[in-house]
């Protein structure tokens, strides 16, 4: 049977995936709203500029002037509108993390136990007042923005002034169709909007974390710093793996921009004064009166005359067996090979599951030595093997 605490790291491991791909999915959102402008701005240059002529007079370069202020325009009311959809989903997400910390708390314990949910005031200082490396979240969009909106006018300012011509422009900005948009400078936003979502999301969740074992400090106990030990990993986050601190003290993710780490929250083995749960209890008294050979009894109050002394103390002390100590550590690749197949395939997909799980391939063998997931075809380059140890045809993944 799992302790609470075994429960408490599962369950954390999981919703941090989970965590993971919720900011995942903001940034794919975010990464819309940009991309819509790319037609709107390309049309402006090319109608604008159409001639290729390089900047030289004064005339020239008051349209240039003008055109860089449409963009920054055009641009602009984009990020606005990323950063409101973002802090509309940070209100949303700090209020669902704290619900959830709390409610699992309550649901591994064995004992009867109050949780205290964060003040929906102080949950909201999370998003608005809590600067990360001296910065808010509308700072860290409006930092974003600006160099956004100077890297593609820089293009611009510099290609018309060099008489480049204006299709050129527009595909050094953008990219291409072929690259699906990698080659341009505007893939350097999008990297970045992952960057600052990611971190975004994890400085949210860090805080809501924070508050929950704050305000409940007399129920949990420790709480560990666990790393996503893989080829992406930092050495500040490989130092800090395994590390435990009470409630409130030592470092909450995220400790660089893109942290994917977080801390796991375990509860007091000194929680058995507390009276058991209904389903606790029954399961103790029937542990109880078989082990002391005392018949089928269920309840406490139908212990023999005499016995309810012993099987208190005898249940206090069960009780810290069930809640457990702080479980052995694993890394995160270790820990994956212990769920479900359900949830690597959810987690990695079909391909990469089946690599994983039957091919022998452990995780830093999907990412590449600069951090880069790797694509099937270039698994597949490096690691044919794993393809045949998990019954894939190769081939197909070379072509």
């Known amino acids: 049977m799992e302790t609470a605490n075994q429960q408490m790291y599962d369950a954390a491991l999981r919703h941090q995936t989970y965590v993971l791909r ?48 449409v963009i920054k325009e055009i641009r602009s009311d984009a990020w606005s509108s990323a950063g409101t959809l973002l802090s509309e989903e940070a209100l949303s997400f700090v209020e669902q993390e704290s619900k959830f910390y709390t409610l699992l708390i309550t649901s591994v314990s064995p004992v009867i136990i109050d949780t205290v949910v964060p003040s929906p005031e102080t949950l909201k200082s999370i998003v608005t007042s809590r600067p990360y490396e001296g910065k808010l979240l509308k700072d860290w969009v409006k930092d974003y923005a600006d160099k956004d909106i100077t890297r593609i006018n820089k293009i611009i300012g510099t290609g018309l002034t060099a008489g480049t011509d204006t299709k050129e422009i527009a595909r050094q900005v953008f990219g291409t169709v072929k690259a699906k948009g990698t080659d341009g400078i505007t893939q350097h936003t999008r990297d970045s909007v992952n960057m600052m979502v990611r971190t975004a999301i994890q400085h949210i969740n860090g805080n809501a974390r924070r508050e929950v074992g704050l305000m409940n400090a007399e129920i949990i106990e420790l709480e560990e710093y666990v790393a996503m030990l893989d080829g992406r990993t930092t050495m500040q986050c490989k130092g800090l793996d395994g590390q435990t601190f009470k409630p409130g003290e030592g470092p909450y993710p995220p400790i660089h921009i893109g942290c994917r780490s977080a801390r796991v929250m375990y509860i007091s083995q000194d929680i058995g004064v507390r009276p058991a749960k209904p389903v606790t209890e029954r399961l103790l008294v029937k542990e109880y009166a078989e082990k002391n050979d005392l018949g089928s009894i269920k309840k406490r109050d139908d212990l023999p005359y005499g016995t309810k002394g012993d099987y208190d103390e005898w249940a206090r002390k069960r009780i810290r067996e069930l809640v457990g100590p702080v479980p052995a550590k694993l890394n995160y690749n270790d820990w994956l090979k212990t769920q479900s197949a359900d949830f690597q395939l959810d987690t990695l997909g079909k391909t990469r599951a089946e690599l994983f799980s039957k091919g022998n391939l452990t995780l830093d063998r999907f990412i590449d030595v600069d951090g880069t997931t790797l694509t099937l075809k270039e698994i597949a380059q490096r690691d044919a093997a794993a393809f045949e140890r998990a019954g894939l045809d190769v081939s197909k993944f070379l072509n």
């Open 22 to 69: 919720y900011a995942a999915g903001i940034r794919n959102k975010i990464n819309e709203l940009l991309d819509q402008t790319e037609d709107e701005i390309a049309g402006k240059l090319l109608n604008k500029n159409g001639d290729s002529s390089r900047v030289v007079t004064s005339s020239d370069w008051e349209r240039l002037t003008r055109l860089q202020k």
